[in-house]
Structure formats: C-alpha cells, structure tokens
C-alpha cells in the first residue's frame, strides 16, 4: 500500500510562485516514477511533469521553462516548483506514484492564480 499527500497549495497573482510538496509513504521501491497532474472542473485530468527515480524529468509543453519538478529519494518527496504563474495553471494539483504497474493518488490540492 501506498500512501501520497500533498501540500503547498494557495493563492498567488499571476507571475507569482508557488511550490508544491508530495509526500509518499509505504512499499515505495527504488525504481518507480513520480509526477504531477492537474484538473479543472469539467475537464480531464492532465499531465504536467513527471521524474523517473534515476532522475530523468518530462514536462508538459505548457509548463516548459516555467514549472521545475524535483524529488528527494531519501525523503520520498516529490517537488514541483512553480513560476510565473498564469491564470490557466489554475487547477487541482495531484501527484501521482507509479509503481509496479499501478497508479497512486494523492488527494489534491488547490493552486489559484487571481488578481
């Protein structure tokens, strides 16, 4: 069983920052990929980064140059640090654990850009 919160979530202006933490705890084995989706109401859930264990990254077009994903092996933590925020990247942020063949959830957390 697998087990993924996370945090960081908030309000921020458009050009701010913000940086998202994901935390896995359980039978996490070495080699597995971690990443970060998000949602809006009425929409499908997207791909926004993912990092491979050994540490290599993929990011979605839309987040390029702007969005950095991280991770801390020994801590389990997945970041996701996030710049110049537009209003479009409001949404829903879930990170995701995939591992043996199957897929983890966190629970979500809210990201709103606003003036």
């Known amino acids: 069983q697998v087990h993924v919160v996370e945090s960081g979530g908030g309000l921020v202006q458009p050009g701010g920052s913000l940086v998202l933490s994901c935390v896995a705890s359980g039978q996490i084995f070495s080699n597995n990929v971690m990443g970060w989706y998000r949602q809006t109401p009425g929409k499908q859930r997207e791909f926004v980064a993912t990092m491979h264990s050994g540490g290599s990254a993929n990011y979605a077009e839309s987040v390029k140059g702007r969005f950095t994903i991280s991770r801390d092996n020994a801590n389990r933590t997945l970041y996701l640090q996030m710049n110049s925020l537009k209003f479009e990247d409001t949404a829903v942020y879930y990170c995701?654990?995939?591992?043996?063949?199957?897929?983890?959830w966190g629970q979500g957390t809210q990201v709103t850009v606003s003036s």
């Open positions: 995701n654990v995939q591992l043996g063949g199957l897929d983890y």
